[in-house]
């Protein structure tokens, strides 16, 4: 229906990188795909360069 072929791992990368997004907690994101280690975790996680920028510049603009 999309015109695009998903793999299952696409597929469960999405739900880990939806579900940090919405929470930012990997410890949750780990538990909630069934993980035993968080490494595992973050192998699905994609590196948001950007989005991590965003969030350090915000940290320090309310610190400073």
């Known amino acids: 229906g999309i015109g695009k072929e998903v793999s299952p791992h696409r597929l469960r990368a999405a739900y880990g990188n939806i579900l940090l997004k919405e929470t930012g907690d990997i ?8 993980h035993a280690n968080v490494q595992t975790t973050e192998i699905y996680i994609e590196d948001n360069e950007r989005d991590v920028n965003n969030r350090v510049a915000d940290i320090m603009n309310k610190l400073f």
């Open 27 to 34: 410890y949750f994101v780990s538990k909630a795909m069934k």
